[in-house]
């Protein structure tokens, strides 16, 4: 399976903005679904941003609408994460992969429907 790879991140202040990339690591389909994930010390991963490349449908998290967007680079099968008036809540390691989410339903809460894991990107925003 290939992992896709996260890159992009860096330390903000507050109010701040990123735009994280991630990709593939090899050849793959540009197909199903692909979630971005973040993971704070001590915490749970939890989805951020859930991507149906087949259904041309995204979905955020409550906490990040209207800040955050996705774009979908298909010819390179990319995508970026637009992160803007950042929080220090937003802080964590940033990942992507595809997935095989069980509908919509609560998919940010569910880690092992997606992988293999590739590199994260760290986000760090101060307060």
């Known amino acids: 399976q290939v992992q896709f790879m996260a890159s992009g991140g860096g330390a903000v202040q507050t109010g701040g903005s990123l735009t994280l990339s991630c990709s593939a690591s090899g050849e793959s389909e540009n197909s199903g679904c692909v979630g971005w994930f973040r993971q704070s010390p001590g915490k749970k991963r939890e989805g951020v941003v859930l991507i149906d490349r087949d259904a041309h449908s995204t979905a955020y998290i409550e906490p990040v609408k209207g800040r955050f967007w996705n774009t979908e680079e298909n010819v390179r099968n990319t995508r970026y994460l637009q992160m803007n008036n950042l929080k220090p809540e937003d802080g964590g390691k940033y990942y992507c992969?595809?997935?095989?989410?069980?509908?919509?339903?609560?998919?940010?809460?569910?880690?092992?429907?997606?992988?293999?894991w590739g590199r994260g990107t760290q986000v760090t925003v101060a307060s």
């Open positions: 992969a595809t997935g095989k989410p069980d509908g919509w339903g609560g998919w940010w809460t569910k880690p092992d429907d997606f992988g293999p």
